[in-house]
């Protein structure tokens, strides 16, 4: 069984715009039109058993409206799409938004610090982490470089650090194996925390030798198999993650145990 924990889908009508306004020049190569019709397509062929959708609120007023598509394609596709909620540190009714997800069975949220700006240790944000905790909800992070903020990395193995020391009961799950593009830093100062590590957009970045480095300060028990998909393709990560020098009982652990026991499915 193969579970993605990272892949970014949406509305059939934002969707080519969606996709245009994060690749306007045409660099990076997209693996599906970002639709949910054609994600579970794609999946069922790359062997993706099960996938958890992401997505960022940009504007204080958008969770709402968002986190009610998210639940409805997840209502539709139950057996397939697990969703994790979409929050804005900003929104006056954050906390309020929290709680109605959690009734509604939504086991975590994602939060990007750098199109949402802030440090991802700011204080301001304690009080969503403080309940996150309370109510066994997990945080999905952004972490580690983002070409929207070059010059400044919102949420550095570090700062992510000071967070998983400071909230110890609540479930962090750090994406980019914890800090994109600065997986030395991950290996020193983050690697061994409690906290979660995924593998999303780093099977063509990271060399095999680092993520075994990384795997064996860490724990297999606490890395989850993610994509990144539509901006990298779920196929290929399985291969990364198939090549490196780690037991298959890691494997089993990273492609679907942990996600499983992660979301008590």
């Known amino acids: 069984m193969v579970i993605d ?3 970014h889908t ?4 934002l969707a080519p715009k ?3 306004n994060l690749n306007a020049d045409g660099s990076k190569p997209m693996y599906t039109d970002a639709t949910v019709s054609d994600t ?3 999946m069922e062929k790359w062997g993706v058993d099960r996938f958890v959708i992401l997505s960022v609120a940009t504007k204080p007023t958008q969770p709402k409206h968002i986190n009610d598509w998210i639940l409805e394609q997840q209502s539709r596709n139950p057996n397939k799409i697990i969703g994790f909620g979409a929050l804005h540190p900003d929104a006056p009714d954050t906390l309020e938004e929290l709680s109605r997800l959690k009734s509604l069975g939504i086991p975590g949220i994602k939060l990007h610090p ?3 700006d802030f440090m991802i240790d ?8 403080d309940a996150c905790a309370q109510l066994n909800m997990a945080i999905l992070f952004h972490c ?3 070409a929207v903020s070059p010059d400044l990395i919102h949420a550095p193995p570090h700062r992510t650090a000071k967070v998983a020391e400071l909230f110890p009961k609540l479930t962090m799950i750090c994406a980019h194996f914890g800090g994109y593009d600065q997986w030395e830093e991950v290996y020193n100062v983050l690697a061994g925390k409690n906290v979660y590590l995924d593998t999303a957009y780093c099977a063509h970045r990271m060399s095999s030798k680092m993520a075994e480095k990384i795997i064996s300060k860490h724990g297999a028990e606490k890395i989850l198999f993610a994509s990144d998909c539509p901006w990298d393709n779920p196929a290929d990560t399985i ?3 198939d090549s490196l020098a780690i037991s298959e009982h890691a494997k089993q652990l990273i492609f679907s145990d942990n996600a499983r026991r992660l979301l008590k499915i």
């Open 5 to 7: 924990f990272h892949v």
């Open 10 to 13: 949406f509305t059939d009508s």
């Open 18 to 20: 969606a996709l245009h």
């Open 40 to 42: 579970l397509t794609k």
């Open 114 to 116: 750098d199109f949402q």
């Open 122 to 129: 700011e204080e301001r944000l304690f009080p969503l982490y």
């Open 144 to 146: 580690g470089f983002d």
């Open 239 to 241: 291969r990364f993650v």
